[in-house]
């Protein structure tokens, strides 16, 4: 069982947007500004694509976009595009108390 | 082009010991935290370990705290995890990640293409 929940597949027509949530608690999510967004193609490493609940590495879409509302992060995608398929995983700084990071269980997305 | 190049998966028997590595290039090494991060197939990604720019701050997930150990060679910019006493549950693949600076609290803004352990009889 992973520390984060997100759901486990979501899905979404071409042009439509979607969000992924991630639950986390007080010790996590709620307490650090520090949730960060993975995108994962099938056989490929993760791809950073949000970080600090919001912010976007240079490079990423502004189709990406991250929020954060009590111990619950969400990442919406507008516009979705079919190379937006993939998995996406949500995670949190836990403090310097092990674990440092935890993750969510990853979100399969499936554009329609 | 940042690169992360893992090594040193393979298939292990319960109990035995195997010493993952990671070359690093194409960034200055010594400035950046780096992690692993591993995935059992079919599953979610888990932080194992991560150790900051100057090896003065260390941490490991409970799950392998006392088998694991991760070290640092800057001179050498390469990254390492012992991996002792290893159990079914650590198959998977592991990936080397660098964080976006020097401290433990940095997100994970590189990633290699990760090296395949299985632990089997």
């Known amino acids: 069982q992973s520390a984060l929940t997100q759901p486990a597949s979501v899905s979404g027509s071409l042009g439509q947007s979607i969000t992924i949530s991630c639950t986390g608690t007080s010790s996590d999510v709620g307490n650090y500004n520090l949730v960060s967004w993975y995108q994962q193609h099938p056989g490929k490493a993760p791809k950073f694509m949000i970080f600090e609940v919001s912010k976007r590495p240079s490079g990423v879409s502004n189709r990406f976009s991250g929020s954060k509302s009590g111990n619950t992060a969400s990442l919406t995608i507008s516009g979705l595009q079919a190379e937006d398929e993939a998995d996406y995983h949500c995670?949190?700084?836990?403090?310097?108390?092990?674990?440092?990071?935890?993750f969510g269980g990853g979100t399969k997305l499936t554009v329609l | 082009e940042v690169q992360l190049v893992e090594s040193g998966g393979g298939l292990v028997q319960p109990g035995r010991s195997l010493r993952l590595s990671c070359a690093a290039s194409?960034?200055?090494?010594?400035?950046?935290?780096m992690h692993w991060v591993r995935q059992a197939p079919g599953k979610g990604l888990e932080w194992v370990s991560g150790i900051s720019w100057n090896s003065d701050s260390i941490a490991y997930a409970d799950s392998v705290k006392g088998r694991f150990t991760i070290s640092r060679d800057n001179a050498k910019t390469s990254l390492y995890l012992q991996m002792n006493s290893l159990r079914t549950e650590d198959t998977a693949f592991y990936y080397c990640?660098?964080?976006?600076?020097?401290?433990?609290?940095?997100?994970?803004?590189?990633w290699g293409q990760g090296t395949l352990l299985t632990v089997s009889s």
């Open positions: 194409g960034f200055t090494f010594d400035d950046y935290a």
């Open positions: 995670c949190s700084y836990a403090g310097s108390s092990t674990p440092n990071w935890v």
């Open positions: 990640a660098r964080g976006t600076k020097g401290e433990l609290i940095r997100p994970f803004e590189y």
